[in-house]
T-cell receptor
């Protein structure tokens, strides 16, 4: 059974801190890994990673994938209160099989 | 449209009643997905439509659940004879083939 594990389950930091969120996976087939931010109901797409070692960056957020060790990290620098959310990691299997397997998420709380 | 839209945003129903949830994907997206998220849980795959291919229904939890996608665009998820354990947020997503999945705002279903 495909499995995606995120850690930590929750994290509380002060505004301005840097955080690293982890996602490891054990899946039969792997094509890409996706990160989402979920504040209320709708997960908002952040990154899709398909190749090892290539960092994707968007403002204060960045992510990288290690396909040998089967994990990805999401970094957020200079955190702001608006970064408070649940961050979800998901893995997509083969091309043509688009059923995402999600982790249960990391709940990030930024204290002003 | 600019994003995935879903209706209704909230639905309260009595146990045993049927409900229909609607999803309007991003224009041009060929793939459409339904997920559900129970309180404190990760996203659970329900069903996936890709173009004119037969849908992947492997995530539907019982035969009370069904979905259709008319004209390759709008989709309706139907839950018959609702049970209290069906209470969850039902999320729809769409994508281009094998692209990033963009989620709608979800429908929060409460079965009393």
């Amino acid at each position: 059974e495909d499995k995606v594990v995120q850690s930590p389950l929750s994290l509380v930091v002060h505004e301005g801190d840097t955080v690293t969120l982890n996602c490891s996976y054990e899946v039969t087939n792997f094509r890409s890994l996706l990160w989402y931010k979920q504040e209320k109901k709708a997960p908002t797409f952040l990154f899709m990673l398909t190749s090892s070692g290539i960092e994707k960056k968007s403002g204060r957020l960045s992510s990288i994938l290690d396909k040998k060790e089967l994990f990805s990290i999401l970094n957020i620098t200079a955190t702001q209160t608006g970064d408070s959310a649940v961050y979800l990691c998901a893995v997509a299997p083969n091309f043509g099989n688009e059923k995402l397997t999600f982790g249960t998420g990391t709940r990030l709380t930024i204290i002003p | 449209g600019a994003g995935v839209s879903q209706s209704p945003s909230n639905k309260v129903t009595e146990k045993g009643k049927d409900v229909e949830l609607r999803c309007d994907p991003i224009s041009g997206h060929t793939a459409l997905y339904w997920y559900r998220q129970s309180l404190g849980q990760g996203l659970e795959f329900l069903i996936y439509f890709q173009g004119n291919s037969a849908p992947d229904k492997s995530g539907l939890p019982s035969d009370r659940f069904s979905a259709e996608r008319t004209g390759g665009s709008v989709s309706t998820l139907t839950i018959q004879r609702t049970q209290q354990e069906d209470s969850a947020v039902y999320l729809c997503a769409s994508s281009l083939l094998s692209g990033a999945k963009y989620f709608g705002p979800g429908t929060r279903l409460l079965v009393l």
